[in-house]
């Protein structure tokens, strides 16, 4: 669930929103800026900004509301062209107009800019890096550089031949053949460059202009109804053959099946869910905010060692004497259900795969009907062989295979693990072949 929190709420209801997320009532605020300055939560995982923030410092103490457990937290800005000209409206009318421009100013460059995000933060505030992150945008998907003269050529044209008078909208309309009024009532159509740039998209020109502005090649007339001007920079470009590098515009490809990834994600999390469930059920009950039972960190560690003893549980970081007092019997025995169900499961989906196999199915096929994979139901049988069950693995592999397999353990002297075998016998046999050969010969009179 999502609540809101904004200046139009009254005092009861911005509090109550508060506590509300505090609490892990819901999980989601969609507010102005002053909310995130008040909030003491460890565990927010997601800053989302709708838009540009009017300067870096005010981004940096907002996004660095989350993660504050230690744990992955992202951020993620959108940004646009009308942001810079909504924010410099706002400055016009204010004192200290000089600085507070030059800092929407890096912020914009911050934001549009070609190098690691984090980089660039840390030189801000004098913390001179030299390593990329390998974490934010660029540095995952790195801008690709290409020879963008012709490209800076038309644009830089069309904006002489508008004679300075239109803003990046109209530009673009005319490099693209727009046919729209305010095109066809100025008789742009009769330029030269009208429809020269039809063949890229109105976002990839928007892309390229913002380039070339960064550049310094043109400049927004924020006085002229943000019209579009040339700088002294564009007669190299127009006039004198200088070459331009521009980027071409990120393409990130979408995941596919996110949603089968995400569910199988929550699948894999079970046991972290259901001990955040257990933290907020104690923490509705003594009207706490969860994180203060447990933190999102220490519920991560909980789940990756699983305790189940007080002297294991001691062992997890964020837990003391206290907790483990109040909180440590409730937490166990959570782990232990947990784990007995999975028990279960386990010997439950293993059956279920004997019972098809006893029909006369064949591995192929039980892996499509349980929709599993293939090298899963070999996994089961094996299991199912060793405890005895009437399963016949010799059909699934050659004798000259097998002996191929019992020279290499000897060789490899007890080694247990698949990925040894399969790498000694020249990566030709699968590693299923390779499990069923091991089974085989767990069985074998020594």
């Not at 439950?348 to 029909?359: P, R």
Request: with cysteine.
């Amino acid at each position: 669930p999502a609540i809101a929190y904004h200046a139009g709420l009254s005092f009861e209801k911005r509090a109550e929103a508060q506590e509300a997320f505090i609490k892990d009532d819901v999980e989601v605020v969609c507010a102005t800026i002053a909310f995130g300055m008040g909030i003491d939560k460890s565990n927010v995982r997601w800053v989302i900004h709708y838009n540009m923030p009017k300067n870096i410092e005010g981004y940096y103490q907002e996004i660095g509301r989350s993660g504050r457990d230690g744990l992955p937290s992202e951020a993620l800005l959108f940004h646009s062209y009308a942001d810079v000209i909504q924010l410099r409206k706002f400055i016009e009318n204010t004192g200290n107009k000089e600085v507070q421009e030059a800092k929407l100013e890096r912020m914009k460059q911050f934001a549009e800019a070609t190098d690691c995000r984090r980089k660039i933060l840390l030189n801000y505030f004098g913390e001179l890096v030299e390593e990329n992150c390998n974490n934010c945008d660029v540095c995952k998907n790195p801008p690709k550089f290409f020879d963008g003269t012709l490209i800076a050529q038309k644009a830089l044209s069309a904006i002489y031949r508008l004679k300075g008078k239109e803003a990046m909208g109209i530009v673009i309309d005319v490099l693209r053949g727009a046919q729209n009024a305010t095109v066809i009532d100025k008789n742009y159509q009769l330029l030269k460059t009208y429809g020269v740039g039809k063949e890229i998209s109105w976002r990839d020109w928007q892309h390229y202009l913002i380039q070339l502005m960064n550049q310094g090649y043109c400049q927004i007339a924020f006085h002229l109804n943000n019209a579009l001007h040339l700088t002294e920079f564009s007669k190299k470009v127009l006039f004198e053959g200088e070459k331009i590098k521009l980027t071409s515009p990120v393409v990130i490809k979408k995941e596919e099946n996110v949603i089968k990834r995400i569910k199988k994600e929550r699948s894999d999390n079970t046991l972290f869910d259901r001990l955040r469930q257990l933290r907020y059920q104690i923490s509705k009950e003594e009207d706490i905010a969860a994180y203060l039972v447990f933190s999102d960190a220490t519920l991560r560690e909980i789940e990756k060692v699983r305790p189940i003893t007080d002297n294991e549980f001691l062992s997890i970081s964020g837990v003391g004497e206290r907790k483990l007092e109040v909180y440590g019997g409730e937490f166990m025995e959570e782990i232990k259900n947990f784990l007995n169900e999975k028990k279960k499961k386990r010997k439950d989906t293993t059956l279920e795969t004997y019972k098809l196999y006893s029909e006369g199915l064949t591995v192929e096929e039980i892996a499509m009907k349980r929709n599993l994979k293939s090298t899963t139901i070999f996994s089961h049988l094996s299991k199912l062989y060793l405890e005895g069950k009437d399963i016949n693995l010799d059909k699934f592999i050659t004798p000259d295979v097998l002996k191929e397999i019992v020279n290499a353990k000897k060789v490899l002297k007890g080694e247990v693990a698949l990925k040894p075998y399969f790498e000694f016998l020249g990566e030709k046999i699968p590693y299923e072949q390779i499990r069923i050969g091991h089974t085989i010969l767990q069985k074998k009179p020594k």
